[in-house]
C-alpha cells in the first residue's frame, strides 16, 4: 500500500499454511529475519531462501513487544492532554461547591434528565479558581483527604477526547512500525496482524460516573460509557488485546509509572492493557467491561496510509485527517477540536518517531511500573 512515497507494510494475517508447499500444520515457524513468511520445516525454509526468492525479498527487522512500549505511549496521551486544549475542563477551573466523596456521597439522578435511573456522582461547580489552587483546599475544601481531592482532579484531566487520543496513538504507530523503518510490533512471540480502533459500551455503575452542575445552572455530563473507543490489536494467531487511555475518569484507576518513559514530572499516566497475563487471571474480563459495536482498523486503511507524509508537512495532510474522524464519529468536528488535533497528531508522531529510531524502547522495563489507585474505602483482592 503506497503512501505518498511511502508503502505502508501489511503484515502476514494468518498463519495457517507452510509458503512454500502450501501443507496446513499446526507448528510452522517464521522466518526469523522478516517474519513475512511461514514454514512447516527447514527444508521448505531453504527451498524458498534459494530458490523462491525469498534471498532478495526478506529485510531484517527489529520487533518490539506491546508489553514494553504501551507505557510510553500512554506518558504521551497524558502530555497530549495539556497540549493546546484552548476551553479546559470546567472542573477544574471553578471550585467544587458539594462534597463528591468516594464511599460516602451517593449519587444523584442527573439534574434536567427524565430518566430517574440516569444517575452519576454529582459534581457542583461555583466560583472561578486559579490554576494554583487545583487540588488545594480552596478548590475543593470538603474532600476527605489529600489523596481523594488528587484522585478527582485527575479523574476531571482525563475526562473526555477518548476517540482522540486512541486515534492519535494508532496513526503514529502506522507511522513508526508500518512504514519504511525496519520496525514492526509483536505482543509475546506473535507479530501483530491488524490494530485500530473499537467503539462500543463500556460497563461502569452510576456512583462511578461524574456528571457538572455549572454555576449557571447549566449540566454537563462526564465522559459517556456508551460512546467509548479504545484500541484494539490482533496477532497472528488471532489472539486480541484492548489497550485502554480512557477509563481512569469512570474510576478504573489504573496506571503506570512514567519516570523510565518521559523526562516530563507527570508521576503516573492512566493505561489498562487487557493482556493474557489479565484474560488469565480475570476469566472473561474484557467481554464483561466491552460491548464493541464495530471496529476501525488503522493499519489497513488506505486513507490513514495516503495521510502520512514526511513530519514537516504533516499539517498538509489535516484535511483528510479531519475528513476520516468526522466519518468515524459521525458528525463534525469542531472549532476546538481542529484546533487541537493537528498538535496533537504532530507531537505524537515525532516523540514516537524519535523514541523508535533512537532505540529508547530497548532501555524501557519488561514490566512497568504499575499500581491501582483506590478509594480510601475500596480494598483490592488478590488471588
Known amino acids: 500500500m503506497s503512501a505518498n512515497g511511502f508503502k505502508v507494510h501489511i503484515p502476514l494475517q494468518r498463519v495457517e499454511e507452510c509458503y512454500t508447499c502450501k501443507k496446513k500444520a499446526e507448528k510452522l515457524s517464521f522466518c526469523s529475519s522478516c517474519w513475512d513468511r511461514v514454514y512447516c520445516s527447514p527444508e521448505c ?34 502530555l497530549c492532554r495539556s497540549l493546546s486544549v484552548t476551553n479546559p475542563h470546567p472542573g477544574l477551573t471553578h471550585r467544587i461547591i458539594n462534597s463528591p466523596n ?31 489552587t487545583l487540588a488545594t483546599p480552596t478548590w475543593w475544601p470538603t474532600a476527605l483527604n489529600e489523596k481523594v481531592r488528587n484522585k478527582m482532579r485527575r479523574r476531571i484531566t482525563f475526562d473526555g477526547f477518548d476517540f482522540h487520543l486512541h486515534w492519535v496513538v494508532c496513526f503514529a504507530l502506522l507511522d513508526a512500525f508500518y512504514t519504511e523503518q525496519k520496525l514492526r510490533l509483536k505482543y509475546k512471540s506473535h507479530p501483530i496482524a491488524d490494530f485500530g480502533l473499537a467503539h462500543g459500551k463500556f460497563r461502569v455503575t452510576c456512583q462511578d460516573r461524574l456528571a457538572y452542575v455549572l454555576p449557571d445552572g447549566t449540566v454537563q455530563r462526564g465522559q459517556d460509557p456508551d460512546d467509548h473507543w479504545w484500541i484494539y490489536f490482533t496477532t497472528m494467531k488471532g489472539e486480541e488485546l484492548i489497550l485502554d487511555f480512557g477509563v481512569y475518569t469512570w474510576n478504573m484507576a489504573m496506571f503506570i509509572g512514567t519516570e523510565p518513559y518521559v523526562a516530563e514530572p507527570l508521576f503516573m499516566a492512566p493505561a489498562v492493557f487487557f493482556n493474557r497475563m489479565l484474560n488469565r487471571n480475570v476469566p472473561d474480563i474484557t467481554s464483561q467491561l466491552y460491548t464493541e459495536k464495530e471496529r476501525f482498523s488503522v493499519l489497513k486503511d488506505k486513507d490513514m496510509a495516503s495521510a502520512i507524509l514526511d513530519y514537516p508537512q504533516l499539517i498538509k495532510a489535516m484535511p483528510m485527517c479531519f475528513k476520516w474522524a468526522e466519518n468515524k464519529l459521525k458528525r463534525t468536528l469542531n472549532a476546538e477540536e481542529k484546533s487541537f488535533l493537528p498538535h496533537w497528531i504532530q507531537f505524537m508522531f515525532m516523540r514516537v518517531g524519535d523514541a523508535m529510531n533512537g532505540e529508547q524502547w530497548k532501555t524501557w522495563p519488561e514490566l512497568p511500573p504499575r499500581g491501582i489507585d483506590i478509594d480510601p474505602n475500596e480494598t483490592l483482592r488478590t488471588q
Open 102 to 132: 468516594p464511599g460516602i456521597t451517593l449519587p444523584e439522578p442527573i439534574p434536567g434528565s427524565s430518566d430517574m435511573e440516569d444517575q452519576a456522582m454529582i459534581v457542583r461547580l461555583g466560583t472561578p479558581v486559579s490554576p494554583q
Open 45 to 78: 525454509q531453504n527451498r524458498d531462501w534459494k530458490e523462491g526468492g525469498h534471498k532478495k525479498e526478506c529485510v531484517k527487522i527489529q520487533r518490539v513487544d506491546l508489553e514494553i512500549i504501551y507505557p510510553f505511549l500512554a506518558s504521551l496521551c497524558y
